[in-house]
């Protein structure tokens, strides 16, 4: 309380009172970073910083989580949400937002000539596993969405199919809904048949509910079809990536010999950085933001009172930290066919980037004014190139399995500011075995073929529905 009143007072210009307020918990703040400084030093330093009414600026940024992009899309290969934490979602989140307020984001990409087929292997199959995540995310979604509109409209209940069930059990319940759907369809066409011999207003009854079922057939179909297209590419990426896994292993039994240096400066061999930015154009700012829409009407949630998003029927399925997980893989759908961010140089540029601070964004702000702030978060978070600089040297050495020498060391130093001790201690380690990789243990699930039952079923209601 002391600390949102010192920030509140501080904004407002009242540095007098900030002061009071100061002098009256400074024995408290004290007796509490001390306590703090050995076992989180920089949680310490932190709340010092408040305490002294020095609130973070929006050029200030603020560092992103290591590896969230990469922990998205491994939950999504592993089928477990829970591999993706609350805090990776948020990091998802924050991504978007900047992007389609216009920020661009400095990255360094690297071409390195070396052990040439080793490199060309792994960036092989690293890109083939990024696509087969990429294709993974987009079915286990499709299929999710089907099973969510399922229990909207009362042909499953939640309970069948809670958050979290893995993605085979959750396409069999799915197909056995969709069974008894045809059935209800079959029943309402046989009603009424039988209906027709009866006074008109009882056909007209039973013609309501046929019309009602098929309906609902018709939307399921349309939404396991999309679903199926997308297994498809996922058996697809599945084959590749195994192709890729197979080439790598093989390059690995066969090399040997000390590690290459890595080398700046000219000449054919070594390191060559590329500098470049991540951004979006005005019209895929327009294409992601229509993405993210269309998949939130699909989860039936609708602006309430007060800015609010809720769903239409709140009693049907609740609102849920696996459905923000899920939203956070359809954040990366969405972002994927403009910036790449499957690919693993893409997410090491992007966790390098300091994000921009959204401690200023409210709740109860227009959306003009959201974007209005969105903007100036995008113009004025700094630029800083240091970390960037320490992933690709990271990448480098774990991956490639390259010696960082002095003379790489400096340059990344002084082109990029990256810092001396983490540059340190990578000069100083030496490159380990390279290992095997198998992903035969990551077997999709498989979304079966539409039964042709259905659409026979469906056939035949329209038949009657059209006389």
């Known amino acids: 309380r002391a600390l949102a009143k010192i920030d509140m007072l501080s904004r407002a210009g009242l540095h007098a009172r900030v002061r009071d307020i100061q002098a009256d918990s400074r024995e408290h703040f004290e007796r509490a970073i001390a306590q703090l400084q050995d076992v989180a030093p920089l949680a310490a330093t932190r709340l010092h910083e408040r305490f002294m009414a020095q609130a973070p600026k929006l050029l200030d940024g603020v560092p992103r989580s290591d590896f969230f992009v990469e922990r998205v899309l491994a939950a999504v290969e592993a089928d477990d949400p829970l591999l993706m934490t609350l805090a990776d979602v948020e990091e998802m989140l924050v991504l978007v937002f900047e992007l389609i307020n216009g920020r661009e984001l400095p990255i360094l990409t690297f071409h390195y000539v070396g052990r040439w087929r080793l490199a060309e292997a792994l960036d092989q199959l690293e890109n083939r596993r990024s696509q087969f995540r990429v294709a993974q995310a987009a079915g286990s979604n499709r299929v999710r969405a089907l099973a969510s509109w399922l229990v909207e409209v009362e042909i499953l209940s939640y309970a069948e199919v809670p958050d979290g069930l893995p993605a085979q059990p959750l396409i069999e319940r799915v197909v056995d809904a969709l069974n008894r759907l045809t059935q209800r369809v079959d ?16 056909a007209a009854a039973e013609r309501v509910e046929l019309e009602h079922a098929s309906g609902l057939l018709t939307t399921a179909l349309r939404l396991y079809k999309t679903a199926y297209q997308s297994f498809l590419q996922v058996g697809k990426a599945h084959a590749d990536m195994l192709k890729a896994s197979a080439g790598w292993n093989q390059l690995v039994e066969r090399s040997a010999g000390p590690s290459p240096e890595l ?9 060559r950085i590329i500098e470049g930015v991540l951004a979006l154009e005005p019209d895929q700012r327009t294409a992601v933001c229509q993405h993210l829409l269309a998949y939130l009407h699909g989860e039936h949630i609708e602006r309430r009172q007060r800015g609010h998003f809720a769903r239409r029927a709140t009693d049907m399925r609740p609102l849920t930290l696996d459905s923000a997980r899920r939203l956070a893989v359809e954040i990366a759908l969405a972002l994927e066919p403009h910036i790449l961010l499957s690919r693993p140089e893409i997410q090491r540029g992007v966790t390098a980037t300091l994000a921009s601070y ?4 409210e709740p109860g702000m227009s959306a003009l004014a959201k974007r209005n702030l969105g903007e100036a ?16 040297a990271l990448a480098l050495v774990k991956h490639y399995r390259v010696e960082l020498t002095e003379s790489a060391s400096r340059f990344l130093q002084d082109n990029y500011g990256a810092r001396p001790e983490i540059l340190g201690i990578l000069t100083q380690h030496l490159p380990s075995e390279l290992p095997a990789r198998s992903f035969l243990s990551a077997r999709p699930a498989v979304l079966p073929a539409a039964s042709l039952e259905w659409y026979r079923c469906l056939v035949r209601a329209r038949r009657v529905l059209q006389r």
């Open 187 to 202: 029943a309402a066409h046989a009603a009424h048949a039988a209906a027709t011999a009866h006074p008109p207003f009882q």
């Open 263 to 271: 080398r700046v400066g000219p000449g054919r061999r070594g390191l």
């Open 358 to 361: 959204l401690g200023d964004l």
């Open 377 to 392: 978060m995008a113009r004025d978070v700094q630029q800083d190139m240091s970390r960037a600089a320490e992933q690709l």
